[in-house]
């Protein structure tokens, strides 16, 4: 990642005070940038977009919006600083390493946990105009797309970077786009993560029966969304032919729906 000139700086400092470091993540490939920053009055975790109307702002403003909500399963914000040229919000850092989704595995208890954590938040006012529709044109229809409404708080981008492995604690991070559907979708998005990871589909949703909403969830609604997924990553990979990382995930669909029997034809 390269970072921004003397003027990103110079809005940090508004909240940092003298930066005296800023090093670039490895993680957080989504945002124009993320680094830890050292300075007078940190350190600091700061994501940051460049000030242009559009998603990838939205998501960032929708990040802050919920983190009060979140906490202490998210780090906290502490900060927003904002010109015509960039907008950046200020974490606390955390201590802590992505969590390991592979079969064996010792993270797998704790990441189960997370789940029921998150499945455990209420759904905060600010969150009911963000109803779940991502997965919506991806469907067979009206029918299957309504199974995945609801009035639950999801995370919505369970991956092993998002989910933190401290000494002790664990985390949450990355809510750059929480809705509110249906219960089931973190831990459904959980299981595809695991047999993307080397699990078995069975083996996978063995895991995720540790998840309250998962014990909970229609199974229908479930093959609608392992289909609907895997139509989403197939579309995506089919746009974008040299990203390897999607047609692993097209690989990982197919073994989930064919596990459950599930036709995923059409899109």
Known sequence: MRLPGPEFVALLQQQTGEVTNIRPSEAGNSSDVT????????????????????????????????????????PT??????????LAIGFEVIEGRPADFTPDSRDLPAVIDLLNRIGGLPLPE????????????????????????????LHTDINQSNLIIGAGRTWVVDWSWPTRGAAFIDAALLV???????????AAETLAAGCVAWADADPRAIDAFAAANLRMYRRRADRYPNESWLEAMVAAGRRWTEHRGVVAQGH
Request: charged share 25%.
């Open 192 to 202: 595809f993560q695991l047999i993307a990871a080397g699990h078995t589909a069975l």
């Open 77 to 86: 914000v502490l900060w927003r600083v904002e010109d015509e040229a960039w």
């Open 126 to 153: 600010v969150a009911r105009d963000w109803p779940e529709t991502r997965w919506d044109r991806f469907t067979a229809g009206n029918a299957e797309a309504a199974m995945f409404q609801g009035d639950s708080l």
């Open 35 to 74: 680094a830890l920053v050292e300075c007078e009055k940190g350190p600091f975790f700061v994501k940051a977009f460049r000030n242009r109307p559009g998603g990838r702002r939205d998501s960032l403003i929708r990040e802050e919006s919920i983190n009060p909500h979140v906490v202490p399963l998210s």
